[in-house]
C-alpha cells in the first residue's frame, strides 16, 4: 500500500521503522516543523524527521497540515491510507478524506480508556495493571473513531512512564502492520466505540509533581512512576527542591505522620504518608545529578522526626 506516515516523538519511531522495512511504500513523512529549544534557541529536529532523513524519505514540515494546499498536495499522490502516531495536530474533516481507505491512528491505551494527550502517564498514577495499544479509523472527534485493531499488555510494578511508553511505542509498530495487513485482506471490522464508557488522560501539568503526603503510600508510588521521567515527582526539604526517582511501600506504625522521615535504612529513607510508608531509594537534589538514597544520606543528615515541607516555594522552577 502507498502511505503517508504522520509523527512527530520518539513515539511513533518504531511504527515509523516498521512499515519502512515493509512492502509498503511510504510517500512521505509528515512531522512538525523544527522548534528552537534550550538556552540557545537552537532549532531542533522531531525525532521522526531525523529517523526519516537517515532512511532518505521525504519529509514535509508544514505549519498546519489543514492548509488546503497541503490538503491539495497530499491529495495528489492518492495514498490508499495515512498513518498518525502521536503527530501533534487536529486533522480537519477535509484532511480525514485524504486516502483512498481512511486514516488510522495509532493511540497508548485501550480506547475509549484514556482518550486525549497523556495516557501512557495517567494509566500509571490511576494504578492500572493492564493496558495497551489500539488503532482507530479517524474521524473529528479526539480519540473517537471505530476501533481496528487493540493489544493488551500488563503493567509491571517496576514500570514507570518511561519503559511504559518504550514497550507500548513496540507494540504499536507491530499492531499498525497488522491492521494494514487486515486492510488488505478486508478483513478488518471496525468497531465503534463505547462512548459512554470513555475517560480522558489529559495533558500533564509541572504542579502535578508535588507529592502530597497525606495521601496513600500507593499513591505516591504511582505517582512517582507515573511521572518520571517528566514532570518528576517532587516534595520540598529546607526550602529546596528533592526529586524522587524511585520508591517502595511498606508497611508503617501507629504514630507516623505524613511527610515526617519515619526510619532511614540501608535500603532508603521511610516517609509517613495518610497510609503506610513510602520508602524513597532514589532522588535528585536540586542543582545535583541523581543518586540513592545510601549515596544522598552520607552528603546529607537526614534523621528521623525531620519533616519534608509541605507546601511548594513561589518562584520555584
Given at each position: 500500500?502507498?502511505?503517508?506516515?504522520?509523527?512527530?516523538?520518539?513515539?511513533?519511531?518504531?511504527?515509523?521503522?516498521?512499515?519502512?522495512?515493509?512492502?509498503?511504500?511510504?510517500?512521505?513523512?509528515?512531522?512538525?516543523?523544527?522548534?528552537?529549544?534550550?538556552?540557545?534557541?537552537?532549532?531542533?529536529?522531531?525525532?521522526?524527521?531525523?529517523?526519516?532523513?537517515?532512511?532518505?524519505?521525504?519529509?514535509?514540515q508544514p505549519e498546519t497540515v489543514n492548509a488546503p494546499e497541503f490538503i491539495r498536495s497530499l491529495n495528489q499522490n492518492q495514498p490508499d491510507a495515512v498513518i498518525v502516531v502521536a503527530f501533534g495536530q487536529i486533522l480537519s474533516a477535509a484532511f480525514l478524506e485524504i486516502p483512498k481507505?481512511?486514516?488510522?491512528?495509532?493511540?497508548?491505551?485501550?480506547?475509549?480508556?484514556?482518550?486525549?494527550?497523556?495516557?501512557?502517564?495517567?494509566?500509571?498514577?490511576?494504578?492500572?495493571?493492564?493496558?495497551?495499544?489500539?488503532?482507530?479509523?479517524?474521524?473529528?472527534?479526539?480519540?473517537?473513531?471505530?476501533?481496528?485493531?487493540?493489544?493488551?499488555?500488563?503493567?509491571?510494578?517496576?514500570?514507570?512512564?518511561?519503559?511504559?511508553?518504550?514497550?507500548?511505542?513496540?507494540?504499536?509498530?507491530?499492531?499498525?502492520?497488522?491492521?494494514?495487513?487486515?486492510?488488505?485482506?478486508?478483513?478488518?471490522?471496525?468497531?465503534?466505540?463505547?462512548?459512554g464508557r470513555a475517560t480522558y488522560a489529559p495533558k500533564l501539568k509541572k504542579e502535578e509533581g508535588l507529592v502530597k503526603w497525606e495521601q496513600p503510600a500507593t499513591s505516591l508510588w504511582n505517582q512517582v512512576r507515573g511521572l518520571t521521567p517528566w514532570p518528576g515527582a517532587y516534595t520540598?526539604?529546607?526550602?529546596?527542591?528533592?526529586?524522587?526517582?524511585?520508591?517502595?511501600?511498606?508497611?508503617?506504625?501507629?504514630?507516623?505522620?505524613?511527610?515526617?522521615?519515619?526510619?532511614?535504612?540501608?535500603?532508603?529513607?521511610?516517609?509517613?504518608?495518610?497510609?503506610?510508608?513510602?520508602?524513597?531509594?532514589?532522588?535528585?537534589?536540586?542543582?545535583?545529578?541523581?543518586?540513592?538514597?545510601?549515596?544522598?544520606?552520607?552528603?546529607?543528615?537526614?534523621?528521623?522526626?525531620?519533616?519534608?515541607?509541605?507546601?511548594?516555594?513561589?518562584?520555584?522552577?
Amino acid at each position: 500500500m502507498n502511505i503517508v506516515f504522520m509523527g512527530t516523538p520518539e513515539f511513533a519511531l518504531p511504527t515509523l521503522k516498521t512499515l519502512h522495512c515493509s512492502s509498503h511504500s511510504i510517500l512521505s513523512v509528515v512531522t512538525q516543523p523544527d522548534r528552537p529549544k534550550g538556552r540557545g534557541r537552537k532549532l531542533l529536529v522531531s525525532p521522526v524527521k531525523q529517523i526519516a532523513l537517515d532512511f532518505r524519505l521525504p519529509v514535509l514540515q508544514p505549519e498546519t497540515v489543514n492548509a488546503p494546499e497541503f490538503i491539495r498536495s497530499l491529495n495528489q499522490n492518492q495514498p490508499d491510507a495515512v498513518i498518525v502516531v502521536a503527530f501533534g495536530q487536529i486533522l480537519s474533516a477535509a484532511f480525514l478524506e485524504i486516502p483512498k481507505q481512511f486514516c488510522i491512528n495509532l493511540h497508548s491505551s485501550l480506547l475509549p480508556k484514556y482518550r486525549g494527550a497523556a495516557p501512557i502517564h495517567r494509566s500509571i498514577l490511576n494504578g492500572d495493571t493492564r493496558t495497551g495499544v489500539t488503532t482507530i479509523m479517524m474521524d473529528k472527534g479526539m480519540d473517537t473513531g471505530d476501533i481496528l485493531l487493540a493489544q493488551e499488555t500488563p503493567v509491571h510494578k517496576t514500570d514507570d512512564a518511561q519503559t511504559l511508553h518504550d514497550t507500548l511505542s513496540e507494540m504499536g509498530g507491530t499492531l499498525v502492520l497488522e491492521t494494514l495487513k487486515r486492510l488488505e485482506e478486508n478483513t478488518l471490522l471496525p468497531t465503534p466505540q463505547d462512548h459512554g464508557r470513555a475517560t480522558y488522560a489529559p495533558k500533564l501539568k509541572k504542579e502535578e509533581g508535588l507529592v502530597k503526603w497525606e495521601q496513600p503510600a500507593t499513591s505516591l508510588w504511582n505517582q512517582v512512576r507515573g511521572l518520571t521521567p517528566w514532570p518528576g515527582a517532587y516534595t520540598l526539604l529546607n526550602k529546596k527542591r528533592l526529586r524522587i526517582l524511585k520508591a517502595q511501600v511498606t508497611g508503617g506504625a501507629p504514630d507516623d505522620s505524613p511527610g515526617q522521615v519515619a526510619r532511614v535504612t540501608g535500603v532508603g529513607i521511610e516517609v509517613g504518608t495518610g497510609q503506610d510508608r513510602l520508602v524513597i531509594t532514589e532522588l535528585q537534589p536540586e542543582g545535583k545529578k541523581s543518586m540513592s538514597a545510601k549515596s544522598f544520606l552520607a552528603g546529607y543528615k537526614i534523621e528521623r522526626g525531620i519533616l519534608f515541607d509541605p507546601t511548594p516555594v513561589a518562584n520555584q522552577s
